[in-house]
């Protein structure tokens, strides 16, 4: 029997939606929230919480706070 290792996150679970992180952040001197990929990169920076979360989610994933 051969067991394939597996070479990221879609090998794992392949139907899972991917996540996104929002974070609370200073943007020049305003308050705003900034959209992370899974994989740190930056997505956007918005001028809610809600908003973030419904960004994320019109783009089909799922939104996770982060401190």
């Known amino acids: ?3 394939a290792e597996p070479n990221g ?3 794992i679970l392949p139907d899972a939606v991917p996540l996104a992180y929002v974070k609370a952040v200073d ?3 305003v308050a705003a929230y ?3 990929a899974a994989d740190g990169t930056q997505l956007a920076i918005v001028a809610s919480r ?3 979360f419904a960004t994320v989610r019109q783009h ?3 939104p996770v706070s982060v401190h």
């Open 60 to 62: 089909d994933m799922n």
């Open 50 to 52: 809600d908003l973030a």
């Open 27 to 29: 943007f020049e001197g």
């Open 1 to 3: 029997m051969n067991i």
């Open 34 to 36: 900034a959209i992370h």
């Open 9 to 11: 996150p879609d090998d």
